[in-house]
């Protein structure tokens, strides 16, 4: 994608409106600060959706890591079970997931685009449970192959300044920025 196309994709995404909901909203802490507003779409993805709203609701992602991040392509965060600041396991984020069982695969007619959050998984497509990412470009080549949960609808500036990764290193992240608080708003 031309560096114009990038910048138009921008525009169009940070103003995206605000369905029915509920949202998501994450409070950012580390090198960036700020709140981003994600747009669940428990239409597109039902099961997924209420497995977020969920554990927001029980401050699971409070203090979670962006434990991989690729410039260019994504922000992944949402391992309640490895990827919280300060644990003696955080080397181990991005494997983990929570004490609830993993979620079926909820595949959609929906595009990665800019700003929009899939479900985190493993090569089996019903492993999804807790992590998530968040697109900082259209990436086709996940189209069909993830669920799609949400799409940001305030603070993709925030978004785009979180710490990258290593890229040499799969976009592991020293030092991650993370969340500092999860809320749903319905």
Request: hydrophobic share 40%; glycine share 12%.
């Amino acid at each position: 994608m031309g560096a114009g196309a990038m910048t138009t994709g921008a525009c169009a995404q940070d103003t995206a409106p605000d369905g029915p909901g509920p949202n998501l909203v994450l409070e950012i802490g580390g090198s960036v600060q700020g709140e981003v507003v994600i747009d669940l779409l428990p239409d597109v993805a039902p099961k997924a959706a209420e497995r977020l709203e969920e554990l927001a609701e029980k401050g699971e992602y409070n203090d979670v890591v962006f434990h991989r991040v690729i410039d260019g392509f994504m922000a992944q965060t949402g391992d309640v079970q490895f990827g919280k600041r300060g644990s003696s396991q955080i080397s181990m984020a991005g494997m983990g997931g929570s004490t609830e069982p993993d979620l079926p695969a909820e595949f959609s007619n929906r595009k990665f685009v800019r700003g929009i959050v899939g479900m985190a998984r493993s090569q089996n497509p019903d492993s999804a449970n807790s992590q998530f990412f968040i697109m900082f470009a259209d990436a086709p080549h996940l189209n069909g192959q993830y669920t799609v949960v949400g799409h940001v609808v305030k603070g993709m500036d925030i978004v785009d300044q979180i710490k990258k990764g290593d890229s040499a290193k799969n976009g592991l992240v020293d030092e991650p920025d993370y969340i500092v608080s999860a809320k749903v708003e319905k």
